[in-house]
């Protein structure tokens, strides 16, 4: 009987398109390989330095030899390998099986990262170094974080989920279709190895979600942690003044390991502003203020880091930083240099939430923040929020909280003066990022 090949085992063509959204998504090279480490797919953003090392018949061999032994050993361990490859950048693997049968593997990566965060080799380290030309290329190829790439590794086995469904129906000789009756997963998911960032979210250390996300360029769980805080704040007994000044130092001290050159500007800043604050700072006054400081320890994140490729961050951070904004899928795709239909297709695989819902959803949290905060008008609430009729924004706020605005702020009023169930869109799965 022959053995299956991964080309008959799955349907390459909505492989590849798949491969090809997560690279656009995270902005790492991927591909998928055969048993020999041999690509069955095109190769997606890929860099300089790997296309022009497989361009020579003994580093395309290397390559090869490499992605082989990586899908192989993330069969072996049972969960996806985060590795370096022999010319010392950092890929991770995820096995394809028939069966109990290793048939390929999908490879993504092709970063650097810094040398303290390091995997091991997965084989031998080949002798490139000398070669001018690779030397340059590899200086040019992108710096990422270890948790980054462990991100990715997670996003990809959440994607692996739409594999399910491209297995290809095949007939045996005389034993009719094969393929009919429920098969398991190609994609095993398990859980990967915790990295030193994931390790201190296991053991909850106040402001290390700030430090997770401002790392993963990832402003809307930044900014959902401030919430969480700011909430706890003002439910407590004793001055405001306080919580807010826990807060502001847990931003600082994130910022100290993301972002150490804005420190003293940041701190100088926060001086100012515990000068100058009253006992009465409201909510939203608050809420605003930790994320102006949270938005700029991120573009300190982002300068620090020339070499990073625009992605599909990008645009989730601008939605963070402007929830009063009504942005359109028409005038994302254009900023994106996507096509709104493909930009639609990816922000939902990637993010769960369709285009619309997830803007919508950050302008509706917004709404809460403001009706319970302050006494502005619900026609002012919907005008500030890019709503063009009052009662189109009662409408939507009805359809996502149950109640109307009005009743929104009566609830609140009763309570604590502060809004329940507000729900921001995270990104703690892994996209973001990345």
């Known amino acids: 009987m022959t053995e299956l090949g991964i080309a008959e085992v ?35 953003a890929f860099t300089d330095f790997c296309r022009e090392m497989r361009s020579d018949p003994v580093g395309n061999r290397l390559c090869h030899g490499c992605d082989a032994h990586g899908g192989l050993q993330s069969l072996i361990e049972g ?32 970063v650097r990262v810094p040398k303290s965060d390091e995997p091991r080799f997965l084989t031998a380290g080949s002798a490139w170094r000398g070669q001018g030309q690779l030397e340059v290329l590899y200086d040019q190829v992108p710096m990422s974080t270890l948790s980054r790439v462990a991100a990715a590794a997670k996003t990809l ?27 398991r997963p190609l994609l ?13 979210a296991a053991q909850p ?13 990832d402003l809307a769980s930044a900014v959902a942690e401030a919430s969480m805080l700011l909430d706890a704040v003002y439910t407590e007994d004793g001055d405001l003044r306080d ?21 003293p500007h940041l701190t100088q800043l926060v001086q100012g502003q515990r000068e100058r604050r009253t006992a009465s700072i409201n909510r939203l006054q608050a809420q605003l203020h930790i994320e102006r400081l949270l938005g700029m320890a991120l573009d300190e994140v982002l300068r620090s880091r020339p070499q990073r490729r625009p992605d599909l961050r990008d645009l989730l951070n601008d939605i963070a930083r402007h929830p009063n904004r009504a942005i359109s899928l028409t005038e994302a ?9 493909h930009l639609s297709k990816l922000f939902k695989s990637v993010t769960g939430y369709t285009f619309v819902s997830y803007v919508t959803a950050w302008r509706i949290s917004r709404a809460q923040l403001m009706l319970a905060s302050t006494q502005m008008p619900v026609q002012k ?20 909280t149950g109640v109307t605005p009005s009743e929104f702020r009566r609830q609140c009023s009763s309570r604590d003066g502060r809004p329940a169930g507000v729900s921001l869109p995270t990104h703690h799965h892994p996209l973001l990022r990345a």
Not at 205 to 217: H, K, N, Q
Not at 382 to 400: E, G, K, M
Request: with cysteine; hydrophobic share 45%; charged share 20%.
């Open 188 to 200: 095993t998911l398990v859980p990967l190895p915790k990295t030193r960032i994931e390790t201190e």
């Open 333 to 341: 795709a254009a900023a994106t240099h996507w096509s709104p239909g």
């Open 10 to 44: 799955l349907d390459l063509a909505q492989v590849q398109k798949i491969l090809e959204d997560f690279s656009e998504a995270t902005g790492l090279a991927t591909v998928a390989v055969d048993a020999r480490g041999i690509p069955v797919t095109d190769t997606f």
């Open 205 to 217: 250390v106040e402001g290390s979600v700030f430090r997770e996300a401002l790392d993963a360029e």
């Open 381 to 400: 609430v919907a005008a500030a929020l890019d709503f063009n009729q009052v009662n189109y924004f009662s409408r939507v706020f009805r359809a996502h």
């Open 79 to 110: 969960s996806p390998q985060v590795y370096r490859c022999h010319a010392g950048l950092v890929d991770f693997s995820v096995p394809i099986t028939e069966g109990d049968k290793y048939v390929g593997a999908i490879l993504s990566g092709q």
């Open 157 to 183: 086995f959440g994607l692996s989920r739409m594999l399910d469904g491209m297995r290809v129906r095949r007939r045996g000789p005389d034993l009719g279709t094969v393929g009919s009756a429920p098969q």
């Open 243 to 263: 919580g807010v000044a826990r807060v502001e130092d847990l931003v600082i001290a994130a910022t100290k390991d993301c972002a150490p050159r804005l420190v």
